[in-house]
């Protein structure tokens, strides 16, 4: 049995990084083979990953970087020239929701190739956001939905899927945490970022919303200032966010904040051992709602919206408004200990993968 996996950006990597090891070991009959679109293409977006993890992929598209439109139109193309190379699969798989996500459905849709899509049925309802129509997009096209919380189920049920072809498995973001414990715990990024005493804050913030958004990114700096009179906050800066800052006047107040620790994007183990270190989380992202869910951490999320709300009904994530009053009360409540500890969703348990792979050999 031939399985693709179809992977572009960082947050897409660490869903598949248990796939060939546990077919190894498990289904010796599966032969998986990873994919690697480009679509992140600097060395610390995407290959520090790669060796972090052991895991090389088997075919790169090395797409340039461009717009959506023209991104979306290459990989299909230089997709179709490999397959026609190294052949068709029994079951090509799609994580996430980026543009390598749309290219991969769309390109087997045309190519009569059976897709799944991992981390299927999500939704924000928010038609501002590119992410939500390449989900809706993938789920309409794949023939296979693997979901990772209640949410999803609902969602395809009421979109009028295939019960039959909806198939709860759980995270397999949770699978890699869980997988590489030993070398997130044996980071040097507290002692590197001299932060072993320090109450420290983590903060990721990078969405259109948020940074492109003048008054916006304002708001922003103020609450940076704000919490920096208290605690340090390690800030792994998004390019587009740097060259926000300096297009809007801000990078100054930012770069001369004594307490205010930015960093380049982060290899994967140093990430999570702020995660599990750090006093609270503020972000606009999304895969570090369901990470802290996991740790059972404070995190607050700065959208009207998010596509994981099991992070916020069971989990330890809450949704903000930019509203610094209302900000200001949950980090009272965290600090004085009668913030909601959250629980881990069922089937977070790190075998997700184990799940996934036994599903396809069925079907």
Partial sequence: MKIYLLVGTRPNFIKVTRFKSIAATNYPNIEIKLIHTGQHYDEKMADIFFQQFNLLPDHYLNINPN????????IMIKLEELINKIGKPDVFVVPGDVNSTLAGALFCNKSGIKLAHLESGLRSF?????????????????????????SGVKHLMEEKRDQKKICYVGNTMIDTMVAFEKEIESSEILKTLNIEKSPFILMTMHRPATVDNRSEFEKLTELIEHLTEKYRIVFPVHPR???????????ERLATNKNLIHTEPLDYFAFQKLIKYCVFILTDSGGIQEESTFRQKPCLTLRPNTERPITVDEGSNTLLNFDLTKIKHHIQQIENGTYKKGRIPELWDGKATERILKILTQN
């Fill in 241 to 251: 966010t740097i060259k926000n800052a300096k297009e809007f006047g801000l990078y």
């Fill in 67 to 74: 717009t959506a439109n023209k991104q979306i139109a290459e």
């Fill in 126 to 150: 928010d038609r501002s956001m590119p992410e939500e129509f390449n989900r809706l997009i993938a789920d309409e096209l794949s023939d296979l939905y693997f979901v990772t919380e209640p």
